[in-house]
């Protein structure tokens, strides 16, 4: 375990997740988040299966080790007309294209927290989604009780654009959902009246929909969303709904 006190810090580099990180890979989550995810999801993020994703590893190890990765961040594609946020977009109607980098899981081993690994991975996301001329931004989704990774998303500049009620339902208990964006290539939050008024109806939608999905159906015939991160997991080659469950900390971001 490393000495945060030490002035001696590992080499850290950081390069796409490949197919020989697969064991290492379903370990570091197993460890980290508290579900399991299926092996479909990992094989799909190793051989870039609709996830675009980074590991860091730590070259300063002298043993085989130096290319085990240390830390991941895993993400995909999404068409800004099939998010949560699409509404934030309707300024620039003309454009159909438009997409969003949509951030499924983000972890990094216990041993080598708190010397900005996850700062890091984040920052290759935002410069990989400001490279693509179409898109807009970065996304994701932060549990409400979640303070730690809250604040981490903040301290990175991401907009807090919204509270999603009742987003998640974990082990019998609903919770609800920070949705936070990281503009770029000139992405923006409404600004007019009209934009806000139309955010706000869309919000409100959203809500009612929850509402009736709540008394439609039995809470035992209900799919959990927490369990939809078991498809694949973050999914399954995640859909854009998919939700992910993560610890009480920046490792994940429920």
């Not at 290492?24 to 399991?36: N, S, T, V, Y």
């Not at 870039?48 to 961040?73: L, N, P, Q, Y």
């Not at 809500?207 to 209900?222: N, P």
Request: glycine share 4%; charged share 25%; with cysteine.
């Amino acid at each position: 375990m490393l000495d945060p006190r030490s002035e001696i810090y590992p080499t850290i580099e950081y390069r796409p997740i490949q197919p020989s990180d697969l064991e290492a890979l379903e370990k570091i989550h197993l460890a980290l988040f508290p579900i399991r995810y299926e092996r479909e999801f990992f094989l799909n993020v190793v051989n870039g299966h609709g996830i675009i994703s980074w590991g860091a590893v730590d070259t300063s190890r002298s043993d085989e080790r130096r290319d085990e990765i240390i830390g991941f961040v895993t993400t995909r594609m999404i068409a800004a007309k099939d998010s949560e946020i699409e509404d934030l977009f309707r300024y620039n109607s003309s454009r159909k294209d438009l997409t969003l980098v949509y951030i499924l899981t983000l972890g990094v081993v216990d041993s080598y927290r708190n010397l900005g690994i996850a700062s890091s991975l984040v920052r290759e996301v935002v410069k990989y989604a400001a490279s693509i001329s179409n898109c807009r931004g970065v996304y994701l989704h932060v549990i409400s009780y979640n303070q730690p990774a809250i604040s981490f998303y903040k301290k990175m500049l991401f907009k807090l654009v919204r509270r999603l009620p009742m987003f998640y339902y974990i082990r019998g208990q609903h919770y609800d959902s920070y949705l936070f964006v990281y503009y770029v290539n000139g992405g923006r939050s409404p600004c007019s009246p009209l934009e806000i008024v139309t955010s706000f109806v869309v919000d409100f939608r959203a809500f009612v929909k929850m509402l009736v999905s709540k008394f439609w159906y039995k809470e035992d015939h209900w799919n959990p969303r927490w369990a939809r991160c078991q498809e694949s997991n973050t999914l399954l080659a995640p859909q854009s709904n998919n939700r992910i469950i993560s610890g009480d900390n920046t490792r994940c971001h429920v």
